[in-house]
């Protein structure tokens, strides 16, 4: 296919919305679907949590676009051709790298936080979910996740706009309020102790991370960044994996500065953009702290350690 064949195709699809409906997502909102096409009582709000078939693949949850079959398939195909430019453009800004260089600086001179295997690390986020055009929920999630992985978490979300609770609605779990969900111990979630684990070199870790997501995302540098921003909230707990994982970002060609960048709440600060994830995702930082502060899909609000599922993280 020339580029103009490509270009035309691209137009005539309909544009697939963004963020992009991740496979936990994907896997809840079919079990919900199913159940409502196929069970007579109706759907309780909590009900979520022992779903069949659930399963998450990545440590964090990530927000998303819930759309239409075609809207999806446009998705899959503005992916690739988005991923086979990308791929063959993609150039170092050395700005950008400096940028990520200092923000390693910045994390590896942290203080570690002393974690016992009984406790459960804490994130809280907040982004939404848009159903349709004129469905977009805005919602809180807090996450209690075992340090080991050996035990159930918890996943309390509080959808701050959308619509009340009705029975037999089988997206009532995102209904306006307060839901809670038991994350069950899942091998495909890498818990805080396998975290732990990871090397601090940062071509090591990117080989590491690159041999675990063979096979994923439009390119193995987009599906490596996918895992890396999934693992930025939980390693700030960890100040020499946390600066690693940035350094380990800077060697990924096409990253960009974003002088201007707001997370998902407002927040000012200054972005990251990387050509592999087509300029959708920006990781935003302090421009005083250079704290990470998630993107302007997902705010990060908080990340601790709690004693129990649903306690308060420590100060």
């Known amino acids: 296919m020339n580029p103009e064949e490509r270009e035309e195709l691209a137009r005539l699809l309909p544009s697939p919305g963004e963020p992009v409906l991740t496979s936990d997502r994907h896997d809840l909102l079919k079990d919900l679907l199913m159940r409502e096409l196929t069970d007579e009582q109706a759907l309780e709000p909590l009900d979520i949590a022992t779903a069949p078939g659930r399963r998450a693949r ?23 051709l988005a991923g086979s430019v990308g791929s063959r453009t993609a150039t170092t800004d050395t700005d ?67 619509p009340p609770f009705r029975h037999r609605d089988p997206l009532s779990a995102y209904s306006k309020g307060t839901h809670d969900t038991t994350l069950s111990r899942d091998p495909n979630v890498t818990t805080f ?20 997501t063979k ?6 540098e987009s599906a490596a960044l996918e895992k890396i921003g999934d693992m930025l909230p939980d390693a700030t707990l960890l100040p020499e994996l946390d600066a690693a994982l940035y ?13 201007d960048a707001k997370d998902y709440t407002g927040r000012s600060g200054i972005g990251l ?15 005083k702290s250079l704290d990470f502060l998630g993107s302007a899909d997902e705010a990060l609000l908080d990340v601790g350690v709690a004693d129990k599922a649903g306690g308060t993280p420590a100060a």
Do not use: C, H
């Open 247 to 259: 350094r380990a970002a800077a060697k990924i060609p096409g990253v960009s500065v974003v002088t």
């Open 273 to 287: 953009s990387f050509k592999e994830r087509d300029g959708r995702t920006v990781w935003v930082f302090d421009k």
């Open 96 to 162: 950008a790298v400096d940028l990520l260089n200092r923000i390693a600086e910045v994390a590896a001179a942290k203080r570690s936080v002393p974690v016992r295997d009984d406790q459960y690390v804490y994130v809280r986020t907040q982004g939404s979910i848009k159903f349709s055009e004129k469905d977009i929920r805005i919602l809180r999630e807090e996450r209690w996740a075992p340090v080991d992985g050996k035990r159930a978490g918890l996943l309390r979300t509080t959808v701050l706009v959308g």
């Open 193 to 212: 102790r396998e975290l732990q684990a990871l090397p601090t070199d940062p071509d090591s870790l990117l080989e590491k991370i690159y041999a675990g």
């Open 58 to 80: 990545a440590p964090r949850r990530r927000f998303a676009v819930i759309a239409v079959p075609l809207a999806m398939a446009a998705a899959i195909v503005g992916a690739v």
């Open 215 to 220: 096979g994923e995302g439009q390119t193995r």
